[in-house]
């Protein structure tokens, strides 16, 4: 055989791809698509091009390079899935080893299919269904766009790259991943026609996950390869191309959910779905929560879109399963690392220890202290809220040790939750006050926002006040920050100053006693504050005029739903603007129109606001001790030590170094820091009117204040420091930080290892088992003692009135056996019972009856409980004179029974010595009362009933109301000592109902429907 | 010249601020207002007179002031109580009211509503002994008592009668205490449970034997009470006298012109010694008072002191260093009962005085004495039982550091009345009568005053 008839063999056919190119309105960058394709190097290239109706010419450009046969058309927009789905159907398409689907904004390197191809066949791969391109950015091709995905456990995709990852070369290597980027893939004809292409019920972004992860669970590898790489304009992602309008949230979250619905296993749905739902639960929670509720809704509609859609997903899952050759655990290996969705600090947090590990490399010749020194200063300043969020985590963790476990909160000032969100409901929608003396002030909405959150808790009350106590201090640092940083623009001193505000005394105790209302309230200060000073501004509101007035009106009406002091801090912060504010009309008027913004959604709530002129905005606590309010402690606790004189320190520090822009409103925050603990110390030493005596309220204020001077300081010293010479900036700036430092460290400690006033049974004192166990039935108890400004013993609460009887004088409370109640929040003790029980007291206090157990009786009162050391002698002579009320042994705690006591609701056999007595409506009369025999009425919904027990006159000790009834009975109720209501009663059973329910519950519906407009007018808007 | 400026006004804000503070920390809180008097009057009287076995028993209810008074009136004894009986007492009169005396532990709850009235208590032994026990009812219960009116010579019989008429039960200790030996502590006088409403009579003579004075401290730790001795001597006389809640440094006990020999029995409870100064007030100036300032009494002890007096008299008793002490004076009665009263305290400028008259013919008496360093203007009403017009009145002067008595038939016009006296200065007043059998002398009962509240005369 001579060479130049050589036998050679025929050369194998290489396998062909036919590229499927996806058209629409893609004038723009059509022609460089068909231009990159006609430069392919594979010999065995067909097009088939897809024209989702486009209007701008693209057709005419593929008819033109393509040909009439290559070029399908749409007349209706059909989207990318179909274009892809019709393309593969098409004959040509059968013939063909691959298809190359091809999105219109990418551009292939010339070598791309090649490479694509020639990855199938790589040696150690097998059954390749599926390749991907090194995807760069149109304008910027060193940047990489996609070089394969994973994806977490709930589908949703997720990629290796940092936003505008630089390509260095850091890919380059053929990977095996879940999914390729659909602008260029190419796949391979048996898995079309395997698993079918893409699911056209999802979005044209979220499809090729879905594809990808068919491909895998059928036994398909899917590879990317670097050495093909595509230019992609990603134009949908941009919403360049006109009149595109999505969401790429609810896509996304629609796409993975009905992904996930197909692809998993049953066993892996089994416990990836509910751990789904629980985070979804989070995650809604936590838009709602920060007025995102157009993204809340987006959540929700794409579950319901996949519940609507349920038989098809289960069509196609039958279909998938049919051919799954791999098992679930199998695809772990590309699961997201931490198998979760991590939250973007997290994954920030690993960014920061690459820093560190980067810096540790560079400095490896340095001391080991300079080492640190310098890594620290560069973490610190570089992620200041990072640092702070996981101190505050590690600090918070260990402050909060001792309130974990299924049980409710006992101890300090913690009110007690109903035993079911419905509890909440209830007292809200409810006509009449049910508890102690009852009346119709409405409830406060901040039952509402209580009865949701236990309801979101899996309907659990004890998780909920846990929630509601624990975050409380973390959300008060965290909405002080936010204040902080839109008022000086600065997030490090923002974040001290933070710290310093959630690591302060009055924030600290409010903590340990577990003070509810008085956590939400220092949660909504530094908005409150920071949206008066943007009122008063020189510069127009951000957010315009009439969302900031409804945000400040939301603002309002939040914090006075919780304390309605509040109304006094907005009003001493208004003050000081309108003296020293630069906007002085437009403040007063956004002030103004807020106001009558939180009226309206208070409206119900408003007569209990207004009732015994502004009784509810006073409160009893508070020390007098002017060193103790100096330090921002308006009673003793943990942490509420000297070091705690830190923020004031700090603050007027702060003063003396604001400058520039920064000088005024650091005045305005001195004066209001002045002025709050002013007020509050003449509020605690009784020189103010009951009614503008409000100590918790002005610390409070006072803290937020000198939090900002804090915040002020900082943002001007920081920045300033290199550009002057040494002098009273350099000294004032050391002195603040070294204050700074010191104090929150110490506070920082003193929190960790504090003994707080709330946690299990065992804070409450054990002398209370004397009232809490030996009596059965429904009883009250009046907690006194000496005017002080402290709370009552566990579980007695705060104060809700003084009696002056001079050397004897008594603070009181009246409650339940159960301790003050979280459903009072916010309501004030005022009414004609009130008057009448304060009547009673100052007979005994006076020393003019001896009757005291008689004068109580109607009361409901069984017990009279103090603190051991919380009672004058005075007063204790006038206690211990009364006949009868019997003094019980109890150590820590002095007891008094009343014998005389009548059950909140009963029926008494009543003589008529007795029927004269109970109707005269007299002290005088009242402590004439004695023993009589009664059958005690239980509370049910709207009312009492139960057995007469042969009793003739049925007492409730409620508020006098023509709106209560006997049920069965004509009998019109009777005003009883005074204040009461009774019935005269026969027969064996007895049922009393509220008759005028109707007018509340329609006025709590409105209020809804207020309340939902109000916060979609100051929703935030969805980021699209 | 702005960084200075900046500086100083943060020195000027500490400033204000630790100036601000002084000033705060200096003012102090604004004291309360005082307490405001109410309408709902009402008060309580604790009888524990005792009794025995055909004993009579009468309960004296005298109103000072210018409206009726209502008294609900409970009966106690070992058993369960009686049902409550409500009486009205007319202003400015009496009201004599029947109780049950016949059982040692007898004694009787008085709640007042709508106003103030005395209330004191005669129970008379059953015939043919003429015996009289008289004496003011205690205004309040307390958690400690002090007698020392006992008598457990051969033949006495002395009880200590105890009362709790509240909702719960009393739990209480019993000391005795005599002369110039230890207290004796019985066991089972510890931790004595007193059942709610109840009263009971303890027998001090099964606790301790042939002491003619015997001082019987209460120690109440749950609950509260009040006690009275009882003493019946061989011959059916009759001592009755009201314990005191608490010892006191000085004690004034009138006594009567005719007594024949009076007694001062001191209790000492404390453990520290005493020295008494004494003396004797009569119509002249004043004199020591028997022995009782002769000699140091050691504490946790009784000692009696014999007393001469002529005329009505005020023994009045003051310890050195201010020791606490109780004191009884005990009268010889001109027949076989004698009486006895624990005297005041302290002198006041009001007084209602008891009737201690008990049958016909009477011989009532009052003692007045001025203890101060200025006469006095006394008044005297009779507080007539029954309603009607005001009883009679009458007006003498009490010259300083003297005794005087009420005028000649002045008293008796009504010997069963009530007597408030008021005066312009601080007195003590002792009601005293002999009654009974032809003499008028049979029977012997004395009660110190029982001091008026402004309030009680519709005053303030």
């Known amino acids: ?1024 | 010249m702005r960084r200075i400026g900046r500086g100083v006004l943060a020195l000027a804000v500490a400033g204000f601020v630790v100036v601000g503070g002084i000033a705060a920390e200096r003012a102090g809180p604004d004291a309360p207002a005082a307490a405001v008097r109410g309408t709902a009057v009402s008060s309580v009287w604790l009888c524990p007179h005792g009794g025995g076995e055909g004993w009579t028993g009468t309960i004296a209810l005298a109103d000072p002031g210018p409206e009726p008074v209502d008294v609900r009136l409970t009966e106690l004894s070992t058993g369960a109580p009686s049902a409550p009986v409500t009486i009205t007492v007319p202003a400015g009169h009496e009201v004599l009211q029947p109780v049950e005396a016949g059982s040692v532990a007898d004694a009787t709850y008085l709640e007042v509503f709508g106003g103030w009235v005395a209330a004191g208590w005669l129970v008379r032994s059953a015939p043919p002994s003429q015996g009289l026990g008289v004496e003011p009812c205690a205004p309040a219960a307390s958690r400690t008592w002090y007698t020392n009116d006992s008598d457990t010579q051969q033949g006495h019989r002395s009880y200590l009668v105890v009362m709790n008429p509240f909702s719960i039960e009393a739990v209480f200790d019993v000391a005795l205490f005599r002369p110039r030996l230890p207290p004796v502590r019985s066991a089972d006088w510890i931790d004595l449970t007193l059942p709610p409403a109840s009263s009971i009579a303890l027998n001090v003579g099964a606790k301790l034997l042939g002491q003619e004075i015997v001082g019987a401290e209460i120690d109440v730790s749950r609950g509260r009470v009040a006690m009275a001795s009882l003493s019946v001597s061989p011959d059916g006389g009759v001592r009755s006298v009201l314990g005191a809640p608490a010892p006191s440094a000085t004690a004034f006990l009138p006594v009567a012109e005719g007594a024949g020999q009076a007694e001062l029995a001191a209790f000492v409870p404390g453990a520290q010694g005493v020295q008494f100064v004494t003396q004797l007030l009569s119509a002249v100036s004043p004199q020591a008072a028997g022995t009782a300032g002769d000699t140091q009494q050691p504490g946790a002890s009784t000692a009696g002191y014999p007393i001469i007096s002529v005329g009505p008299s005020s023994v009045d008793v003051t310890s050195v260093g201010g020791v606490p002490f109780v004191a009884t004076l005990r009268a010889r009665g001109q027949q076989h009962d004698d009486a006895a009263t624990g005297g005041a305290v302290a002198p006041g400028s009001a007084w209602i005085v008891s009737p201690t008259v008990d049958g016909e013919p009477s011989h009532p008496q009052l003692v007045l004495v001025d203890p101060g360093p200025t006469a006095v203007q006394v008044t005297l009403r009779l507080l007539t039982p029954g309603s009607g017009p005001a009883g009679p009145q009458v007006t003498i002067t009490v010259a300083a550091g003297r005794v005087a008595g009420a005028p000649k038939g002045f008293l008796e016009k009504d010997d069963r009345a009530a007597v408030l006296v008021t005066a312009d200065g601080p007195i003590v007043v002792l009601g005293t009568s002999t009654s009974g059998r032809a003499n008028g002398l049979a029977s012997y009962g004395s009660a110190v005053g029982i001091p008026v509240p402004f309030e009680g005369l519709g005053v303030g």
């Open chain 1, 1 to 1024: 055989m001579s060479a130049t008839t050589a036998y050679s063999s025929p050369p194998e056919p290489v396998p062909s791809v036919l590229v499927v190119l996806a058209v629409r309105d893609a004038a723009e960058w059509l022609r460089e698509c068909l231009q990159a394709l006609a430069a392919q190097t594979y010999p065995r290239v067909g097009v088939l091009a897809v024209d989702d109706a486009s209007e701008d010419g693209s057709n005419e450009l593929l008819l033109q390079a393509l040909g009439e046969g290559r070029v399908l058309r749409h007349d209706n927009h059909l989207g990318l899935s179909r274009c892809f789905d019709e393309a593969v159907a098409h004959p040509v398409a059968a013939e063909a080893d691959f298809v190359l689907l091809l999105h219109d904004d990418a551009v292939l390197d010339p070598e791309a299919v090649a490479r694509l191809v020639e990855a199938t066949m790589l040696a150690g791969a097998e059954r390749v269904g599926i390749v991907g391109a090194k995807i760069v950015d149109w304008d910027h091709p060193r940047r990489l766009r996609d070089v394969g995905r994973s994806a977490d456990l709930f589908g949703h995709p997720y990629s290796a790259l940092q936003a505008e990852e630089i390509d260095q070369g850091q890919f380059d290597r053929v990977l095996e991943v879940l999914s390729v980027d659909s602008c260029a893939m190419l796949v391979a004809r048996e898995v079309w026609q395997t698993s079918g292409l893409f699911d056209e019920r999802l979005g044209d972004d979220d499809g090729d996950l879905d594809l990808c992860w068919r491909a895998r669970i059928a036994g398909f590898n899917v590879l990317m390869t670097p050495l093909a790489r595509v230019r992609h304009a990603a134009v949908a992602e941009r919403d360049d191309r006109p009149g595109v309008e999505r969401s790429r949230r609810y896509e996304e979250d629609r796409a993975a959910l009905a992904s996930v619905l197909k692809n998993d296993g049953l066993l892996t749905l089994g416990w990836v779905v509910p751990l789904g739902g629980v985070l979804t639960l989070v995650r809604l929670l936590y838009l709602l929560l920060s007025r995102r509720f157009e993204e809340a809704y987006e959540v929700l509609a794409a579950i319901g879109w996949n519940v609507a859609h349920l038989p098809s997903t289960l069509s196609a899952r039958r279909r998938v399963q049919t051919h799954r050759r791999i098992k679930d655990r199998v695809l772990r290996r590309f699961t997201e690392s931490a198998g979760l969705r991590l939250p973007r600090w997290f994954t920030t947090a690993e960014r920061i220890l690459e820093e560190q590990r980067e810096l540790e490399a560079e400095e490896a010749d340095e001391p080991a202290a300079a080492r640190l020194r310098q890594r620290t200063v560069s973490l610190v300043s570089t992620h200041p809220v990072i640092v702070a969020c996981f101190l505050g985590i590690v600090v918070g963790a260990l402050a909060a040790r001792g309130l974990v476990g299924p049980d409710r909160l006992y101890g300090g000032a913690i009110p007690a939750f109903p035993s079911s969100p419905s509890g909440f409901f209830a007292e809200l929608v409810s006509g009449y006050r049910t508890t102690p003396l009852g009346g119709s002030l409405a409830a406060s909405p901040a039952l509402g926002l209580m009865g949701g959150l236990s309801s979101l808790l899996f309907a659990s009350t004890s998780l909920a006040q846990k929630i509601m106590v624990g975050v409380g201090p973390a959300l008060a640092a965290i909405l002080c920050y936010r204040a902080a940083v839109r008022l000086t623009g600065r997030p490090g001193p923002s974040v001290v100053a933070a710290s310093a505000y959630g690591l302060s005394a009055v924030v600290l105790s409010a903590f340990s006693d577990g003070r509810v209302a008085l956590l939400a309230a220092l949660v909504v200060l530094p908005a409150l504050v920071e949206r008066l000073e943007v009122a008063f501004a020189s510069a127009e509101p951000p957010d315009g005029r009439w969302r900031s007035i409804a945000g400040l009106a939301v603002t309002i009406a939040v914090g006075i739903a919780f304390v309605p002091g509040l109304l006094l801090g907005i009003g001493v912060v208004a003050l000081v603007q309108l003296i020293t504010g630069s906007r002085r009309a437009r403040g007063l008027a956004i002030v103004a129109l807020s106001s009558v913004g939180a009226a309206i959604l208070l409206f119900p709530f408003v007569p209990s606001l207004v009732a015994d002129r502004g009784a509810a905005l006073g409160s009893e606590l508070g020390s007098s001790d002017p060193w103790h309010l100096v330090r921002l402690a308006f009673e003793d606790g943990p942490a509420t030590w000297a070091p705690a004189l830190f923020l004031p320190v700090a603050a007027v520090l702060g003063l003396a170094l604001a400058s520039g822009d920064r000088r005024r409103p650091a005045l305005r925050a001195g004066l209001i820091a002045i002025a709050g603990l002013t007020l509050a110390w003449l509020s605690a030493a009784g020189y103010l009117p009951s009614q503008i005596a409000n100590t918790p309220v002005y610390v409070s204020l006072a803290a937020t204040a000198e939090a900002f001077l804090v915040a002020f300081g900082l943002a001007s010293a920081i920045g300033a420091l290199g550009r002057e010479a040494f002098g009273f900036r350099q000294v004032g700036t050391a002195l603040l930080t070294l204050t700074l430092a010191g104090g929150i460290l110490l506070q920082a400690v003193a929190t960790m290892t504090a003994e707080w006033a709330i946690g299990g049974p065992d804070r409450i004192p054990a002398a209370w088992a004397v009232v809490d166990s030996s009596s059965k039935g429904p009883f009250r108890v009046l907690w006194i003692g000496a005017d002080d400004g402290r709370s009552f013993p566990a579980p007695g609460g705060d104060p809700q009135g003084v009696i002056e009887a001079g050397a004897a004088t008594l603070r009181y409370g009246l409650t339940t056996r159960v301790g003050a109640l979280a459903i009072d929040t916010a309501r004030p003790f005022v009414g004609p019972g009130s008057d009448a029980m304060r009547e009673a007291l100052g007979e005994i206090l006076s020393g003019t009856s001896i009757h005291g157990g008689a004068l109580l009786a109607p009361f409901g009162v069984r017990y009279l409980v103090a603190s051991d050391d919380q009672l004058s002698d005075a007063a204790r002579t006038r206690l211990d004179a009364q006949v009868d009320l019997d003094m019980v042994p109890a150590a820590g705690l002095a007891i008094w029974v009343n014998e005389a006591s009548l059950s909140p609701a009963t029926v008494l056999k009543a003589n008529e010595k007795t029927v004269r007595i109970v109707l005269a409506g007299q002290p005088a009369a009242t402590q004439r009362l004695t023993a009589v025999p009664a059958v005690s009425l239980s509370q049910v919904e709207g009312g009492w009933s139960g057995a007469t027990g042969g009793g003739n006159l049925a007492v409730v000790s409620t508020e006098f109301d023509d709106a209560w009834t006997l049920q069965g009975s004509a009998a019109e109720p009777a005003r009883t000592f005074g204040w009461a209501t009774s019935f005269p009663v026969n027969g064996p059973s007895v049922s009393i109902r509220y008759g005028a329910q109707l007018p509340r519950t329609i006025a709590i519906w409105v209020l809804a429907a207020v309340w939902v407009a109000a916060l979609w007018i100051t929703r935030k808007p969805v980021a699209r």
